[in-house]
């Protein structure tokens, strides 16, 4: 099992936080589901099709992230969510063959009962194994993406599907299917009951740190009260490598963001460092064009780039009175333009 496997997918597992999520995600908010009438069903599916039951090929296992069925109301719904660090542009139809299975399983239970049972009576029974009018238990599948980047992938279907020109009348027989997507930056983490929450917020964040940081700052005794098993998700969503056997006192994301923050600190030291010795150079630089010498011959002296030391004598030219700061800030942006 991966890091994702070994810490988010065990606390989806827990029945209290898988249902406040499915709350939050599917009814708004509302209590609907309740953690005592929630029951694991196995992750593993065999997907086999069914002209190819005579056990010549070779059977495919699909391996879901959570399955739990659910008590609604007067009957069993099956709730599912898929766990996506990375986008998949090809998730409408990975989630419509997952789905697609998942019903498959329901009636070829109900066909097997019923051919045990051997209370098939007319040819139409005989042929599909069912009953007329009996059903399958509602499949709601959600996906929890929490990446770093704004997802930009298809969520229909129909999208992934290029229609030939003058084609419109094709698009009343494509799968009706949807991805329903969760993602942090388009959700109201409000509507979230428990932990969910405080996670969606800092989810929020993105990889944005000065934003992390400063709800890190404001959350903090919210945070530090997270289960380990929340702060395990928490960090492995936001990128930590997190060992699943570790225990609460190695776990606190105050703690882990903050090393995250000296991290960001060291790193703009760094950068400052560069960015005086880059400073100094220009002011050599100028101080070698003034003496008038050549840039060839500032060149050979320095062992600097040709062109950098042309940029800098002829905006000394244009702008005497500009400090090197400014001749340097001056050169980013013309490199930074030609870029774009």
């Not at 810490?7 to 908010?29: E, H, K, R, W």
């Not at 069925?69 to 969510?81: E, G, L, S």
């Amino acid at each position: 099992m991966g890091v994702k496997d070994d810490n988010i997918t065990p606390y989806f597992d827990n029945p209290q936080v898988f249902c406040d999520f499915m709350n939050g995600a599917v009814f708004g908010g509302k209590q609907v589901l309740r953690p005592e009438y929630a029951e694991r069903l196995p992750r593993e599916m065999i997907h086999q099709p069914p002209w190819e039951m005579d056990g010549r090929s070779t059977k495919k296992n699909l391996i879901r992230d959570t399955v739990k069925q659910a008590y609604f109301h007067t009957m069993y719904v099956i709730f599912i969510c898929e766990n996506q660090s990375e986008i998949h542009y090809g998730m409408p139809v990975r989630m419509l063959l997952y789905d697609s299975v998942q019903y498959g399983d329901q009636m070829k239970k109900i066909q097997k009962e019923n051919r045990k049972a051997g209370n098939l009576k007319t040819p139409a029974e005989f042929l599909s194994g069912l009953h007329k009018g009996e059903q399958l238990m509602p499949v709601v599948s959600i996906v929890f993406y929490y990446g770093d980047k704004p997802w930009d992938g298809p969520l229909t279907v129909e999208e992934m599907i290029r229609l030939p020109d003058g084609a419109a009348e094709l698009k009343e027989y494509f799968p009706q299917y949807k991805v329903h997507l969760i993602d942090p930056r388009n959700i109201d983490p409000s509507k979230f009951p428990g932990d969910w929450r405080l996670i969606l917020e800092t989810l929020k964040c993105g990889n944005h740190k000065k934003d992390l940081q400063r709800y890190v700052e404001n959350h903090r005794k919210e945070l530090e009260e997270l289960s380990a098993e929340a702060s395990r998700a928490l960090l492995t969503m936001l990128g930590q490598d997190i060992d699943a056997n570790e225990g609460k006192e190695g776990i606190t994301v105050c703690r882990a963001l903050e090393e995250l923050k000296e991290e960001g600190k060291t790193e703009g030291k760094i950068q400052g460092k560069i960015e005086g010795k880059r400073e100094e150079e220009v002011n050599i630089i100028r101080k070698m064009l003034n003496k008038r010498l050549t840039a060839i011959t500032i060149c050979h002296w320095l062992d600097a780039e040709e062109g950098f030391v042309k940029k800098i004598a002829e905006l000394q030219d244009r702008h005497p009175d500009y400090s090197d700061a400014q001749i340097l800030e001056e050169i980013s942006h013309i490199l930074l333009s030609k870029d774009q």
